[in-house]
């Protein structure tokens, strides 16, 4: 008998709402040790998924050089006032400006091959659970990793 997402699943799965910020998300992440969120509709339905990697584009080098090239063209050689810079500098972002809209997805009944399959195939480290087309859990690359520590036997 193969095994299957809905055994190996964190469920219920953690979720963020579109509207949620980044530092709700980063607080998040961070709290519990994940490495994405799936994005949910009050319905629970999938809107995306926001990765640690998505927060972290804004703070590459090359996006603060153009960031500091855009003030200085602002500025005019003016020295801006703190408070505007200190209101520049905040991150106002949400979920939906950051997450990944096209999401991979799976259902309770997938076996372990196949969610093996999904995960290599397109290159993702995780994937949310659907039941009738809302999240219920997620089975991430670790999840099957464990699986196959608990069961060696069925890959002979």
Not at 12 to 24: G, H, K, L, R
Not at 130 to 137: A, I, P, Q
């Amino acid at each position: 008998m193969s095994i299957t997402a809905a055994e190996i699943m964190s469920s219920p799965a953690i979720t963020v709402a579109p509207q949620a910020s980044i530092a709700e998300i980063a607080s998040l992440l961070a709290s519990k040790h994940f490495s994405a969120v799936p994005v949910c509709h009050p319905d629970h339905t999938l809107a995306g998924i926001v990765s640690e990697g998505d927060i972290l584009k804004p703070f590459r080098e090359s996006v603060r050089a153009r960031r500091d090239w855009w003030l200085g063209v602002i500025a005019e050689g003016e020295e801006l006032p703190q408070d505007f810079l200190d209101y520049l500098r905040r991150d106002m972002r949400t979920a939906a400006d950051v997450m990944v809209h096209h999401v991979f997805t799976t259902e309770e009944h997938a076996t372990l091959p196949q969610l093996a399959e999904l995960l290599i195939k397109h290159g993702v480290k995780r994937l949310p659970v659907l039941r009738d087309g809302k999240v219920v859990g997620i089975v991430s690359r670790a999840d099957l990793v464990a699986a196959i520590a608990r069961t060696p036997a069925m890959l002979v």
